[in-house]
């Protein structure tokens, strides 16, 4: 059975600045790597393979760099990788990105389990993982914050923030997980080392039939919020300070409530 | 335990330099660095010459991103309310291959180990180098994150303080004669604005250096460099001056102090300062070095004490690259012996030896002593300052001939000992 698990390449988000002037963020230049709630949906994956055996695929769609940043995923115990790579597919819109991971997937065997994150770290739109079932017509569950499987059969708590939901579906399933799910592994450093000889396939998109029409989402801004501070200074001595200083947060509503 | 050719703690500049040329050659080779990724904790000041490294990692300068080819050097002494700067500029400097070049580490020390990862090398990022293994006196790997790794050789390119040295019993305690502390910081500018300020064309850049009341009179200088959108600024301070003269300040306070006066305030004005870095510089020249191999451990870069100060400007980079170079040849002659001891190991030691690492070490062995006089960072510039002053200030009295101005400043004792300081630096 194949445990496929969907990442994606995104900007190291602790690496991103921004920029003061115009409060976007400066992404040039920064380290990629694998998306947070991924590393939830990878070490899932791991765990379920322990215990039932098969292997974790890592799938991925993006740039060239994904020969780089798939280590990662393979370091973190994935037993191989598919990439599809082209220059467009970085940052192309969740319907490419999903007919591209869906043709891989299905082109390459047995479907046991699909795991995404419940959202990228970057754009966090959360389509991918249902596109994904849509197009392999799979039943799929998604924000599970816990997962069993049993024989053909998956149990899974989904978390809907004001309540739980605990539902059970037969494999082939997709399946994407919130990042309370467990604790992602740091990859121990032979891991690492061996991550760069475990077999890796890579398609273009046009080898898996998958057209990348022109973007149907233009974005309008991107910036930081706007931090409005209120600057007061306080220089009048501790004991004066104290006073001031308690009668400010007082005004704004911030104490005594 | 999993074994491997070489091992390299550290991927700063030495570090790379041995992996890429060991990648090379076919040589399965390991690089292991606490940082998130190659150049993230390295700092410099910000100026690398090409000239003397071309030779040692030959196909990698064309593309090689670094940030302006110095066209315009300059000096400026600074006393507490005046300052007085020198410009030099060079046609010859904008001639290619250019000789000198700014660079930021975050930038080439990345693309470096790209390369390096092209060539085969192995890098593993985020991961500190904890012990070192020992079996019968000789190094046979490391442990990081609790793993032991085997290698038939590993390099020391961990940077100045080498743990690495250390747990292999190669470093003797360091004096605080022999270290300095720099402090730098990136400010970014808009390119247009940054040539504007500086009087830059294209790709052109400036290189300027500090001395005097910066340092209240401690051992240091400060420097700006010219990037393509941004300078860095900072300033270098020799440790046991800042122990022992009092009264004691903090370094960071220096900083805030030279950012503040007004021949800096407009240059890096609007800028938006991105990185902030502190480091400690081995500055011991010839005496401060270290052993440099041993039975299964070679040591290169500041780890090795390959940093020299050149009066106010310190250079480390080249030293680095090329030691980090001759420690892979030598453990390629060590491979074809198979033998990984100190006595074949020591012909890294020959090669230094035969290059202009070492030869620039015995010229200028005597530079730390000579510098380490705080005439030059407190009497010199203020007398240079005050003289000016003198000659260019006209009062509404007769003005004094230029000869009586110059004996006004300089009695016959200072010209004495300005003599005796020229004198010893004519050693260096
Ligand atoms: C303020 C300042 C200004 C300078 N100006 C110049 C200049 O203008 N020109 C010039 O040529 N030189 C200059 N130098 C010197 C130059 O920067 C250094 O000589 C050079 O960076 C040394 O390179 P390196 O590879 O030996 O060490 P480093 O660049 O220090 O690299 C050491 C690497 O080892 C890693 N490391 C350390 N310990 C471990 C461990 N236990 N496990 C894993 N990894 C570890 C570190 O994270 C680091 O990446 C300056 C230095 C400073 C501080």
Known sequence: MNIYVCVKQTVDLQQVRIRKETREPVLDGVPLTIGNIDKNALEEGVRLRDKLGGKVIGV????????????????????????????????????????????????????????LGEGSSDNYSGQVGPRIAEILDLPQITYVSSLEAEGNTVKAVRNLEDCFETVEAEMPVVVSVVSEINEPRIPAVTQI?????????IYSPAELGVEIAGSQIKTISNLAPEQDRKRLLFQEGVGQDVKSLVAALESEGLLGR | ?????????????AGLSAAYVLAKEGIEVVIIERGDYPG???????????????????????DAPLERHVTNEMVTMMSPDNSVSMRFRSD??????????????????????????????????????????????????????????????????????????????????????????????????????????????????????????????RFGGGFLYTNKASVSLGMVVGIRDLIERKPGVEVHLLLDEFKERPEIVPLIKGGEPVEYSAHVIPEGGLAGLTPLFGDGILVAGDAAGFSLNMGITVRGMEFAIASGVMAARAIIEAR???????????????????????????????????????RFYGYYPQFAGK??????????????????????????????????????????
């Open chain 1, 60 to 115: 991925s769609a993006g740039s060239e760099e994904l020969n780089d940043t798939i280590k990662e995923a393979l370091a973190m115990g994935a037993d191989e990788a598919i990439m599809i790579i082209a220059p467009e597919l970085e940052g192309a819109e969740s319907s490419t990105v999903a007919m591209a991971l869906a043709k891989a997937i299905e082109k390459t065997g047995e479907i046991g389990i699909i795991l």
């Open chain 1, 193 to 201: 080392l061996k991550a760069g000889r475990k077999p890796k396939q």
């Open chain 2, 1 to 13: 335990m999993d074994k491997f050719d070489v091992i390299i703690v550290g991927a700063g500049l």
């Open chain 2, 40 to 62: 993230a904790k390295n700092v410099t000041g910000g100026r690398l010459y090409v000239n003397p490294v071309r030779q040692y990692l030959p196909d990698i300068w064309d």
């Open chain 2, 92 to 217: 010859k400097f904008d001639q290619k291959p250019y000789h000198s070049y700014t660079v930021l580490r975050a930038t080439f020390d990345r693309w470096l180990a790209a390369q390096a990862e092209k060539a085969g090398a192995m890098l593993v990022t985020k991961n500190r180098v904890d012990d070192v293994i020992k079996e019968q006196g000789k190094v046979i790997g490391v442990v990081t994150a609790g793993e032991e790794l085997g290698a038939d050789v590993v390099v020391a390119c961990d940077g100045v303080l080498s743990f690495v040295a250390e747990k292999a019993g190669m470093i003797v305690p360091g004096q605080p004669r022999n270290f300095a502390v720099g402090l730098k910081e990136v400010i970014e500018l808009p390119r247009t604005t940054l040539e504007d300020r500086f009087g830059l064309t294209g790709d052109e850049g400036v290189a300027q250096m500090f001395m005097g009341s910066l340092t209240q009179g």
């Open chain 2, 336 to 374: 074809a012996k198979n033998d990984f001891s100190a006595s074949t190991l020591s012909c890294y030691q020959q090669f230094l030896e035969n290059s202009f690492v070492m030869k620039d070490f015995r010229t200028f062995q005597h530079t730390p002593h000579v510098l380490d006089n705080s």
């Open chain 2, 387 to 428: 003289l000016l002053e003198d000659l260019y200030t006209v009062d509404s009295g007769p003005k004094a001939k230029i000869s009586d101005t110059i004996r006004k400043n300089l009695s016959l004792g200072e010209s004495l000992r300005m003599g005796k300081d020229l004198l010893g630096g004519l050693k260096i």
